[in-house]
């Protein structure tokens, strides 16, 4: 990491002018970039190395549109793509999932909560309607469209990665294979010509005087509008009660009047997305924790569980895969060692 701390150094230097004083490794979340902070004595930028280029030019390529929408994304400084490195503005250090902790008093009891939730939802239909027709989707690396393709990749990942580590009984494949298809099927019909966040959730926003500002969504492609709001609204890193979360899915509505959205459509297959979102999720919590090493991931098993359980009462597909739902009700929430974590 010290060539790589001195490629930035020298970046920055030559973005502005002077070198920074002191060069900082951050701790990184799931993201196999690095991170680093590059102080000078009245200010800061933030400075990344990522060895995926594919990746860093998304990041770059859709953060230029957005900060050209007047959205609140970090400033792009300097990109030397050879090298795969890049200087960004510093948005501080206090994620979304921060500032929900530092208010003990709950969802409901606490106004701040849901004023910065409303904030963090205002700007969701910036990202996928307002600028989202005109951003260049040729950058998107993995998918151009979540299509029936992407969402079987993802419950196929939540096999791979978390059922095959936390079963503890057989479950039958083509069964388990049949209830994957219905459920990509189903949510494949919705119209996806609106730009997806991908991962829109606590720990990708940052919260600067009382402002919400927006990171990681390179992994951005075309897709339907339920699937961003359920990563915020069934985020593991948060316990959401359903209460508030129907409160914020109306709010959220509210600022679709304009497009005169049926709220009985979005509603219907809002909880259907919202599984597969929990299903990637708790795919991703496995894979970090038991491949990469980054064990902090297995405190977030238990709320996604959680939420499988609302979701097993909630939505309407579920209902119908039997095998899924027997795989859950009979094997992995009886799991006590899950809910340790």
Known sequence: MQKVMEKLAKLCQKTMGD??????KLQGDG???HIFRLSYFDSSYIGIYGANRAENDAFVAFTNHFYKSSIPVPKIFDYEQDEGIYIEEDLGDVTLCDYVASCCSGFLADRRLTNIYKKVIEWLPEFQISAG?????????QSLHFDYDAMMRDLLYFENSFLHVFKTAPYNKDKLAADFSMLASHLARIPTP??????????????????????????????????????????????????????MIDFYLSTLTPLKIPTRDFKRCFNDFALLRVLQALAA?????????KRQFLSSIPNGLMNIEFLLQHSGIFLKMDELQRIFSEDILCNSRLREF
Not at 19 to 24: A, F, L, Q, S
Not at 221 to 226: E, H, I, P, S, T
Request: hydrophobic share 40%; glycine share 4%.
């Open 19 to 24: 070198p920074p004083n002191e060069v900082i």
């Open 31 to 33: 993201s196999d970039r």
């Open 133 to 141: 027709p005109t951003i260049d989707y040729s950058y998107c690396y």
């Open 194 to 247: 609106f730009f997806m966040y991908r991962d829109f959730q606590s720990k990708n926003i940052m919260i600067m005087n009382e402002a919400p500002h927006f990171i990681d969504y390179q992994s951005g492609r075309k897709g339907a509008l339920q699937y961003d709001l359920a990563s915020l609204l069934f985020d593991a890193y948060v316990n959401i009660d359903n209460n508030f979360r129907e409160e």
């Open 285 to 293: 919590f496995a894979f970090l924790s038991m491949v990469k090493g």
